[in-house]
């Protein structure tokens, strides 16, 4: 062999070398994320989500990849997302509300779930028991919809003349039927006419508070649901121009001008979910992984808005919130 092609070769083999190191690497794992609404309004649910995974040794684009599937508040796109990941063979699915969940779980028998549900996981049969799960699905609970009825006591306890509350849910949420069944029999309770609201889309909800201010009702409990979420902002904003006292779970509603906010974290509740899906990708098994249960509840109370509203905090209400906005 002539040196000039020997030389030739030589190089061309070690070129070759670092393609060949490389098909050897373990794949990259990828997770498939599904949510029924959109990124809008989601992102500091997400960034938690990501702290979660990366606490566990997981950081999008270094070790993991993220495949994310977003409804955009239509649950009837969900089915067919969740077998677009089976299709996919992603390592494990994360679905961050019942609707995504309950969708998942119809595609798969197989591809672990982690879940986030404010809804009874062993009552919605996604499991087994809360410390035995069973099967491919683990993930975590907050206080939701357990809290609906207290949200209305704790609106009573601020407009106590009021005989008049709606109730704004999204019909399209599958624990729609539970938040009324509950809201009712609180409201039952307390002596109080229920008005129920429907909305579904942002036009919706603006439609839903034109209607609140023609019935004059004393205010209104949002139910939860992970469309309202990222529509903290706009649910504020109406709660304030119409000047109706509002009750809704999640801090964002308070912080954009809602009255109140009484929930679970759901931050944590994300951060806890990518800690799960973090140790599923390192082999644990969502049958040996019990359901964590978020339980810290917090209470944040806009007192500019009570004053704009002409409401006075009674002072052991304000020394049980978490957070008071001035």
């Given at each position: 062999m002539r040196r000039r092609e020997?030389?030739?070769?030589?190089?061309?083999?070690?070129?070759?070398?670092?393609?060949?190191?490389?098909?050897?690497?373990?794949?990259?794992?990828?997770?498939?994320?599904?949510?029924?609404?959109?990124?809008?309004?989601y992102r500091p649910m997400l960034n938690a989500f990501r702290q979660g995974l990366e606490e566990s040794g997981y950081i999008e684009r270094r070790n993991v990849a993220i495949e994310y599937r977003w409804a955009e508040g239509r649950n009837d796109r969900l089915s067919a997302m969740a077998a677009e990941l089976v299709r996919r063979q992603v390592t494990v699915i994360v679905a961050m509300n019942t609707a995504s969940v309950l969708a998942a779980r119809a595609a798969t028998t197989t591809i672990p779930i982690v879940f986030?549900?404010?809804?009874?996981?062993?009552?919605?049969?996604?499991?087994?028991?809360?410390?035995?799960?069973?099967?491919?699905?683990?993930?975590?609970?907050?206080?939701?919809?357990?809290?609906?009825?207290?949200?209305?006591?704790?609106?009573?306890?601020?407009?106590?003349?009021?005989?008049?509350?709606?109730?704004?849910?999204?019909?399209?949420?599958?624990?729609?039927?539970?938040?009324?069944?509950?809201?009712?029999?609180?409201?039952?309770?307390l002596g109080l006419q229920l008005h129920v609201l429907r909305a579904s889309t942002e036009r919706e909800i603006d439609d839903a508070f034109a209607v609140l201010s023609q019935l004059k009702a004393g205010g209104v409990v949002i139910g939860p649901d992970v469309f309202f979420n990222t529509r903290s902002e706009q649910l504020g904003a109406l709660a304030s121009r119409?000047?109706?006292?509002?009750?809704?779970?999640?801090?964002?509603?308070?912080l954009a001008g809602g009255l109140m906010s009484?929930?679970?974290?759901?931050?944590?509740?994300?951060?806890?979910?990518?800690?799960?899906?973090?140790?599923?990708?390192?082999?644990?098994?969502?049958?040996?992984?019990?359901?964590?249960?978020?339980?810290?509840?917090?209470?944040i109370i806009n007192l500019k808005t009570a004053k704009a509203l002409g409401l006075t905090i009674p002072l052991p209400l304000i020394g049980r919130a978490d957070q008071v906005i001035e």
């Open positions: 020997f030389i030739t070769l030589l190089g061309g083999a070690a070129a070759a070398w670092p393609l060949a190191a490389r098909g050897q690497q373990p794949a990259m794992p990828v997770v498939g994320f599904l949510n029924s609404t959109s990124l809008d309004g986030y549900t404010g809804a009874d996981p062993v009552q919605l049969g996604l499991v087994t028991s809360l410390s035995r799960p069973g099967g491919n699905l683990t993930g975590v609970v907050t206080l939701n919809v357990e809290l609906v009825a207290k949200r209305l006591e704790l609106l009573h306890e601020l407009v106590p003349a009021a005989n008049l509350i709606a109730l704004l849910v999204n019909p399209t949420d599958s624990n729609a039927e539970t938040t009324l069944k509950s809201l009712r029999a609180a409201a039952r309770d119409y000047g109706v006292a509002a009750i809704y779970q999640y801090r964002a509603f308070a009484y929930s679970g974290d759901i931050a944590e509740s994300h951060r806890l979910a990518g800690g799960y899906t973090g140790r599923i990708l390192k082999g644990e098994k969502p049958a040996d992984l019990p359901v964590q249960q978020a339980t810290k509840v917090e209470l």
